[in-house]
């Protein structure tokens, strides 16, 4: 089983619409939990940290369910501009603070 | 402006020859630099964990004797492919955390291609 799981999509929307992207991850011993964005070809940017209450960036809402060991990433009122992969990342901070990656999940927002 | 470079972007070079990737850190002093490689449409994959006056920490599965790394000193980084295949044909990146805010910070990545 992979430490990180993802939907690799793609997922297509139109612009405007709402969409979310899953991510389960295996060691409960996991610490800290982000979502990064990557464009084709580019190093990935950090988008957000997820926290156990759940939190909110603008359109970006993410959500931690440590009992789950889940995560997610919604998007509101999606823009062309946020056609990217997002990354489902987690820090292993008991292991030197290594950065496990998930696949990814492709997003298209269409006009 | 960029806080870790890497060099060269991009570099294409033939089967056998050996490919040397710098990492930089520009701000601040890093004591551990991280490096991944990435295959088109997969996750970035930890290779190993350079330490700055020690041995780098390989991954299980990664060629320690082909992935040839060195923390030269508390901004530098290399990685050198040694031997290359086409196989070895990635993207491959560094990441630099700030030791005291843990911020996390990428390089831009190097594109190799063997032939």
């Known amino acids: 089983r992979k430490e990180v799981e993802q939907d690799p999509g793609p997922f297509n929307v139109p612009e405007g619409a709402t969409v979310a992207f899953n991510c389960t991850y295996s060691?409960?011993?996991?610490?800290?939990f982000f979502w990064y964005r990557q464009d084709c070809r580019k190093e990935p940017k950090l988008l957000m940290s997820v926290y156990s209450s759940g939190n909110e960036d603008g359109r970006f809402t993410a959500q931690l369910n440590r009992a789950s060991q889940y995560i997610s990433l919604l998007i509101r009122d999606s823009k062309l501009s946020d056609s990217a992969t997002y990354l489902c990342?987690?820090?292993?901070?008991?292991?030197?603070?290594?950065?496990?990656f998930g696949q990814g999940t492709e997003l298209s927002v269409k006009p | 402006g960029a806080v870790v470079s890497q060099h060269p972007s991009w570099v294409i070079c033939k089967s056998g020859t050996s490919v040397k990737i710098e990492c930089r850190s520009l701000?601040?002093?890093?004591?551990?630099m991280f490096w991944y490689r990435q295959f088109p449409k997969q996750s970035l994959m930890l290779m190993a964990t350079s330490n700055e006056g020690s041995k780098a920490t390989y991954e299980q599965g990664v060629e320690k004797d082909k992935f040839l790394i060195n923390h030269a000193s508390l901004t530098l980084s290399t990685l050198t492919v040694t031997s290359a295949h086409p196989e070895d044909s990635s993207f491959y990146i560094c990441r630099v955390p700030r030791d005291s805010t843990y911020e996390q910070y990428f390089g831009p990545g190097t594109r190799l291609t063997v032939t």
């Open positions: 990342v987690v820090n292993m901070n008991n292991q030197g603070g290594k950065l496990i």
């Open positions: 701000d601040f002093q890093a004591t551990t």
């Open positions: 060691n409960s011993a996991s610490q800290s």
